[in-house]
């Protein structure tokens, strides 16, 4: 069993910033892949960024390139998303997820488990 939580959300107004956190415990090992997704009210679960297990690998949606950065810190079990640039239309809740494998993938039937999401809205 994997617990993540994830922190760092709140209020932004257009063209500010927020990094987002999601810690990972009950895993010994770090060699899984992860990933962010986000709802918006009305909408399905979407892609946003995933990184592989040692981190030199990501792929993010087009919306977030040359936006958004994931990131990951071993040592602290520990996966950021540094979002900048941010738009209303980024307004939702972010959830990160852990995988079983090494891997990076964007696909939301890839990932075990979840946290509970950190809410972003962005004011116009």
């Known amino acids: 069993q994997v617990q993540l939580v994830e922190s760092g959300g709140g209020l932004v107004q257009a063209g500010g910033s927020l990094r987002l956190s999601c810690a990972a415990s009950?895993?010994?090992?770090?060699?899984?892949?992860l990933g962010w997704f986000r709802q918006a009210p009305g909408k399905e679960r979407e892609f946003v960024a995933t990184?592989?297990?040692?981190?030199?690998?990501?792929l993010y949606t087009d919306s977030a390139k040359g936006r958004f950065t994931i990131s990951r810190d071993n040592a602290k079990n520990t996966v950021y998303l540094q979002m900048n640039s941010l738009k209303p239309e980024d307004t939702a809740v972010y959830y990160c997820?852990?995988?079983?494998?090494?891997?990076?993938?964007?696909?939301?039937?890839?990932?075990?488990?979840w946290g509970q999401g950190t809410q972003v809205t962005v004011s116009s």
């Open positions: 990184i592989n297990w040692n981190g030199g690998g990501t």
């Open positions: 997820g852990v995988r079983g494998t090494w891997a990076a993938s964007s696909r939301l039937s890839a990932y075990d488990y």
């Open positions: 009950g895993r010994t090992s770090s060699n899984y892949g």
